[in-house]
């Protein structure tokens, strides 16, 4: 979202703000506030990810779990089983059409489940990370 964000507003403060070395601080000021507050964003969601997953019922701590199986086997599904299994199939003589199951959807899922955004890597470029 800050790379979005980010060459608009730079856009904007270019325009209304004449002086370029004040033009400056402010994109660094905006900057720095937009992942200040995508920072304590992240550290509200692990906080409430430790206490879900802490919790005794599975419907409150089991749905990541299965979200990461169903993940997985879906990975495995489309990559490795219905590849062999349809290898099989005609191998056999049998004309068994396998479902497909949508893999963008399941890319976006699955790199959603294991943090994979791009606020992560944008931090470390800046040098506001470790």
Not at 6 to 34: F, H, M, W, Y
Not at 59 to 71: D, I, K, M, N, Q
Not at 110 to 120: Q, S, V
């Amino acid at each position: 979202m800050i790379n979005v964000l980010l060459p608009l507003i730079s856009t904007v403060i270019d325009r209304v703000v004449p002086d370029k070395n004040g033009a400056n601080k402010a994109k660094q000021a905006i900057e720095a506030e937009l992942i200040a507050n995508a920072t304590q964003l992240n550290l509200a969601q692990a906080e409430t990810n430790k206490i879900e997953a802490a919790h005794r019922s599975i419907w409150v701590a089991g749905w990541r779990p299965a979200l990461g199986w169903v993940s997985a086997l879906s990975f495995a599904w489309i990559f490795l089983l219905a590849p062999i299994t349809q290898w099989v199939l005609l191998l056999t003589g049998n004309t068994v059409v396998l479902p497909v199951l949508q893999s963008d959807i399941l890319l976006e899922l699955t790199f959603a489940l294991l943090g994979l955004a791009g606020l992560r890597t944008y931090e470390k470029q800046k040098g506001l990370s470790k």
